[in-house]
């Protein structure tokens, strides 16, 4: 079955990711964090737009991006409390920023033949590593997904 699933962080401090994906639908459902601290994943992904809600009703987050075969550009959260979306493919590797050049984070993945999207998110020093293993998803969709995990692991972290 298409989908996403894996890790981002390590062992102790990281979220498990496990999504599923209807082609026929567009539908991406699924998990970040773990069965009961985590939160649910429900996007909609359609050729050219990638949208929906991560999180609860009241303290999840939305996501709007458009997408075309080079890159990935929208908005992360909500339009004054929320993070810009720059994202670029080349065939091989997805690059990019999310928010602004003090507040924001680095993406930087590479795309392998066998599904492993594999990396970093935020950084040398203060970033986690990205593990996914991603099936018949684009591979900027679950970048995007990467990104929406590691914003949430960052906000909870600023909670406790």
């Not at 599923?20 to 539908?27: E, K, L, R």
């Not at 409390?81 to 670029?88: C, E, P, V, W």
Request: proline share 2%; aromatic share 10%; hydrophobic share 40%.
């Amino acid at each position: 079955m298409a989908g996403i699933s894996g890790r981002i962080g390590g062992g102790f401090v990281g979220y498990d990711v496990s999504a599923v994906f209807d082609p026929a639908t567009g539908q991406i459902t699924g998990r970040m964090g773990g069965r009961f601290n985590g939160k649910d994943l429900n996007l909609v992904y359609d050729g050219a737009q990638l949208w929906g809600r991560w999180g609860g009703s009241f303290d999840g987050k939305d996501l709007n991006c458009a997408l075309n075969d080079y890159g990935l550009a929208g908005r992360m959260g909500g339009k004054s409390i929320g993070y810009d979306l720059n994202l670029a493919f080349d065939g091989a590797r997805v690059d990019g920023r999310v928010g602004g050049a003090v507040g924001g984070f680095d993406v930087h993945l590479s795309c392998a033949p066998d599904g492993a999207l594999t990396g970093r998110l935020g950084g040398a020093t203060f970033g986690k590593d990205c593990n996914l293993q991603v099936d018949g998803v684009p591979w900027l969709v679950a970048a995007a997904v990467a990104a929406a995990v590691y914003h949430q692991m960052e906000m909870d972290k600023k909670k406790n």
